[in-house]
């Protein structure tokens, strides 16, 4: 009996990755990169409300996610060393107390816009350079966060929430710069994304009054703000499905026509089922002879 299963090993091999694939959490990158506070509030919208929501003013923060991108070829200066040496210190102390609950990114990413606001009182463009400047801090604390495995020790952590933010800090006057000129267009082109969500069943979603835009996928853009910053966002209808029927928790019906055995985990239980048929099956032959 023993080797019968060991011949099998290489065949649950192949089912294995099968069974994991779907589980890795989305990043913020599910809600368009855009910059939410941890204690926000998020909201899915939809009909007259919603459209008296997409106004230029809540496209902010979005159009900076996106202008962060498209200056960044541009604002590309490399990291202070004195200013990573000076932020370890302070990170190290801090992660310390609890290493397992420290966030790379959240760590990095408070730190750095908590000097946003300040650096912008002069600037006459007023909540667009804040929203710039805070984006900036996003982009450049998630991409070097991002890499970090959350079970990597406060060293590796430090590392690199101080490189994101030191970065970032550098590149921020040239952002606020390279992006001023690109805010209207921005925002015009939201604007009729923002109303067609309006009219659909799912709606559209703001934090803070401000649109975030999840490329049709709400429900991950929902799972990130869930799994990052522990945000559970109103007016959001959890779909409960059954067969190729779904229905909204907060009312309302969606179309939902998933075949169960063409999922990932539906293949992997058809494929184990398989399995355990041939493998009984052999078992039987094998005692009757």
Sequence with gaps: MQRIL?????????????TWSGQAQAGLGACGDIHVEANAQC??????????????????AECAADLTVNCGGTCNIAADVG???DCSAE???SCEVNPGEFDCRGECSADCSANCEGSCNADSSGSECIASCEATCEGSCSANCDVIAPTADCSGKCEASCSGQCEAEVNIDCQVECQADGYAGCKADFEGGCKAEC???????FCDGQYVDHGNNL???VGALRALLDIEVSGYAEAECSGNECSAAAGGSL??????SESDYGRTGALMGAFGLMLAGFVSRRRRA
């Design 6 to 18: 060991l011949s099998f090993l290489p065949a649950l091999a192949l089912f294995a990755p099968l």
């Design 43 to 60: 909201e899915v919208k939809g009909g007259i409300e919603c459209q008296a929501e997409c106004t230029p003013v809540a496209f902010e």
């Design 83 to 85: 200013c990573t040496a």
């Design 91 to 93: 990170c190290m102390g």
């Design 199 to 205: 009219d659909v069943e799912q709606g559209a979603l």
């Design 219 to 221: 429900e991950e853009c």
């Design 255 to 260: 179309s939902c026509s998933v075949d169960e």
